[in-house]
Structure formats: structure tokens, C-alpha cells
């Protein structure tokens, strides 16, 4: 089956520090990959979507210039925290859609995570 | 716009208990119903899902069917185990040709006691 992985799966860093994460398809080509927060004991709030070669359109109340995304290839995305705050602390969850070569349009696949701690 | 509904949890059932969380939805059109999981600790996992009106989606022993006059999609298990602690999600996407936004449920705790 489809894997995403996510690097790292645990970052602690200091407030005022910026932390990459990245997002990769594994062993399909990502044309879409989104970015979602989760909230303890709450739902995925969606992010942003990120398309290969072209800007991510962000979800409203989610700040662009904080979060930044870059798609790179069709196998790759990463987000920036920049000038990580304490309440960035969140696990945050990419998943990829595979475009045309989906078996079925309809099914995104889910990276296991990751869990940043702002100091 | 799309919205999922869960039922509330945590759930706290004993070893070989029936298990239901119920689910419904608003959406326009068909969309396609899923059930993540999501272990302690881990990212969502698709347990299982459905794509059209009367379909039943099954996977580890749990089950859930589409049901599109009640807009309802609620996840079943006849005898959970401890190892299904976890936090389920409902979602749906719209069936479009592409890929949609998934729109999650709240989340319900299963806490399973031996």
C-alpha cells in the first residue's frame, strides 16, 4: 500500500527557533499533500493544501508567513514553523494524494505525525 | 458546507464487548465515508471506508455500513479487544473526480478494560 513518512517524529525546540518538518511519499508521487493540526483531544483541523510546484493555499485563521510550505517535488513537502511559540506545540499530520494514479480519486494517505514541543 | 458528527466519547467498554460509535453527516451529493484510527501516540490509520449508498466497509472485525437515508455511516465491532483502544474518526470526502478536503469527526476514545 501507499506509505508517507514524516521527519522528524518528535522536535522540541526552543520559542523564537524555526522547525522543519518534511513529508514524503514513499512509493507514489504525491501530486497534492495536505498539512493538518491536531488539538488535544480535538479533530485534524486542516492547514493547507500544497500542490507540486505552485504556492499552498491556506485555510482561513492559519497565518501563511508562520507556516510556511514548500512542495517541492511530487514526493516532498515540508512545513516551517517559524519563530515557534509554546502554542505551536501541536502534533501536526501531512497526507499526499496520489492525483491520477489513484486507485480511487477519493483517498488520501496519512504520514504517522509529528510531535512538536515549543519551550 | 460538510460537517461529520460523532457521538461523544471516551467509550469505555470491557474485553469482547459489542462496540458502536455512531456517525452521521451532512454533504451534498455521495461522498465517500471513512473510519481512521488512531492509536496512542501514532498518526490515523484508514480502517476502513465506503464509497456508495448500501456499501459495507469491514476491516479487523469492524464494520460500518453506508446509509444514505439515515446519513449515517456508525462503526461496529461484535467483541472488541484491548488492543482496540484508540480514538476513532469518521470523515467523508466529496466524490468530485479529484481530491477533496476530508472533513473529520471529533474523534471518539475508545478505551477497551481487560
Known amino acids: 500500500g501507499a506509505v508517507v513518512s514524516q521527519h522528524p517524529s518528535r522536535v522540541i525546540c526552543k520559542s523564537g527557533t524555526s522547525v522543519k518538518i518534511e513529508c514524503r511519499s514513499l512509493d507514489f508521487q504525491a501530486t497534492t499533500m495536505f498539512w493538518y493540526r491536531q488539538f488535544p483531544k480535538k479533530s485534524l483541523m486542516l492547514m493547507a493544501t500544497s500542490n507540486e510546484g505552485s504556492k499552498a493555499t491556506y485555510e482561513q485563521g492559519v497565518e501563511k508567513d508562520k507556516f510556511l510550505i514548500n512542495h517541492a517535488s511530487l514526493t516532498l513537502s515540508t512545513l516551517t514553523v517559524t519563530s515557534a511559540h509554546p502554542e505551536d506545540s501541536s502534533f501536526y499530520i501531512c497526507?499526499?494524494?496520489?492525483?491520477?494514479?489513484?486507485?480511487?480519486?477519493?483517498?488520501?494517505?496519512f504520514g504517522p505525525g509529528t510531535r512538536l514541543t515549543v519551550l | 458546507g460538510n460537517s461529520v458528527t460523532q457521538m461523544e466519547g471516551p467509550v469505555t467498554l470491557s474485553e469482547e464487548a459489542f462496540l458502536t460509535i455512531n456517525c452521521t453527516y451532512t454533504?451534498?451529493?455521495?461522498?465517500?465515508l471513512f473510519w481512521y484510527v488512531q492509536y496512542p501516540g501514532e498518526g490515523l490509520q484508514l480502517l476502513l471506508k465506503a464509497t456508495k449508498a448500501d456499501d459495507k466497509g469491514s476491516n479487523k472485525g469492524f464494520e460500518a455500513t453506508y446509509r444514505k437515508e439515515t446519513t449515517s455511516f456508525h462503526l461496529e465491532k461484535g467483541s472488541v479487544q484491548v488492543s482496540d483502544s484508540a480514538v476513532y474518526f469518521c470523515?467523508?470526502?466529496?466524490?468530485?473526480?479529484?481530491?477533496?478536503?476530508?472533513?473529520f469527526g471529533t474523534g471518539t476514545k475508545l478505551q477497551v478494560i481487560p
Open positions: 470523515a467523508l470526502i466529496p466524490l468530485s473526480g479529484g481530491y477533496q478536503k476530508v472533513t
Open positions: 497526507s499526499a494524494y496520489p492525483g491520477l494514479a489513484a486507485i480511487t480519486p477519493d483517498e488520501q494517505f
Open positions: 454533504a451534498t451529493g455521495y461522498p465517500s
